[in-house]
């Protein structure tokens, strides 16, 4: 039950575009199950997706 709940807080922070808060609420859920492979695979999406808005942000820096 414990782990459901992180996986669900996590799915919804990701719908948000709480991006580093999903992963947080992932990385309890390996926690409790250090084999959790959706979590694994969900954490390294949103990580690809956080290093493509952060490029993004760094090319728009300068813009208002």
Do not use: C, M
Request: charged share 40%; proline share 2%; net charge negative.
């Amino acid at each position: 039950a414990e782990k459901a709940k992180w996986f669900r807080a996590a799915s919804e922070e990701y719908l948000k575009g709480n991006y580093r808060e999903a992963i947080e609420y992932w990385n309890k859920v390996l926690e409790i199950d250090p084999l959790h492979e959706l979590s694994k695979i969900k954490i390294r999406k949103t990580e690809e997706k956080l290093k493509e808005l952060g490029s993004k942000n760094e090319d728009n820096g300068n813009e208002q």
